[in-house]
């Protein structure tokens, strides 16, 4: 069975500062991997996916992440935090051949920037 | 253009009540998803529509649990006999459906139940 792991359910830095959300990922068969971010009382908006093409994926907002499958990670960074990044983050795993987004998510992790 | 929909925002009903919620895909999107979040499970997949295939609904948690699809757009996600434990916030999401991952899933800002 597929499973997603995001280390820490908070993460704290500065604004400027490097943004690292780890993401790590347990499946039998290559997977399509995706990052969420959900603002309060929304949705969720889909910032990158990873479809086994280009191993280093670039998403909305100035996020970007890296497929490693040695590592099995799927870690989310973004170069210089900015106040408006404060949400949760979402990395969700999905099997290549169910013909369908039938995603496996992580538990999220919050993000807090301070000025 | 306007997003995925869902009605009520909010919903509190006593335990053993039945609750029925809505999702107003966007149009032109035939897939069509419910999933769950939740304190204790965090995001969970619940059901799939594709078109007028039949769905996908092997990530209903109990036969209280039924979906349905008119006409190929709304949608009502029906709790029989609700539980505390299904307190949670239901989301829907729509995509173009028929184009694998190439079409995102729009997510509706969900439905937040309570079960008193």
């Known amino acids: 069975a597929q499973s997603v792991t995001q280390l820490g359910s908070h993460v704290s830095v500065s604004e400027g500062a490097l943004v690292l959300l780890r993401c790590n990922y347990s499946s039998s068969v290559p997977p399509y991997l995706f990052w969420y971010v959900q603002y309060p009382n929304q949705g969720l908006q889909l910032l990158l996916k990873y479809t086994s093409a280009a191993t280093l994926v670039k998403g909305i907002n100035g996020f970007e992440a890296e497929f490693k499958k040695s590592e099995t990670s799927f870690h989310l960074t973004k170069p210089s935090a900015h106040m408006s990044d404060a949400a949760e983050y979402f990395c969700a795993v999905s099997e290549v051949n169910t013909g369908f987004q039938k995603l496996v998510f992580g538990t999220g992790t919050r993000l807090l920037v301070s000025p | 253009g306007a997003g995925v929909s869902q009605s009520p925002s909010n919903k509190v009903t006593e335990k053993g009540k039945d609750v029925e919620l809505r999702c107003d895909p966007i149009s032109g999107h035939t897939a069509l998803y419910w999933y769950r979040q939740s304190l204790g499970q965090g995001l969970e997949f619940l059901i799939y529509?594709?078109?007028?295939?039949?769905?996908?609904k092997s990530g209903l948690p109990s036969d209280r649990f039924s979906a349905e699809r008119t006409g190929g757009s709304v949608s009502t996600l029906t709790i029989q006999r609700t539980q505390q434990e299904d307190s949670a916030v239901y989301l829907c999401?729509?995509?173009?459906?028929?184009?694998?991952?190439?079409?995102?899933?729009?997510f509706g800002n969900g439905t937040r139940l309570t079960v008193t």
């Open positions: 999401a729509s995509t173009k459906g028929g184009q694998g991952y190439n079409s995102p899933l729009h």
């Open positions: 529509f594709q078109g007028n295939s039949a769905p996908d």
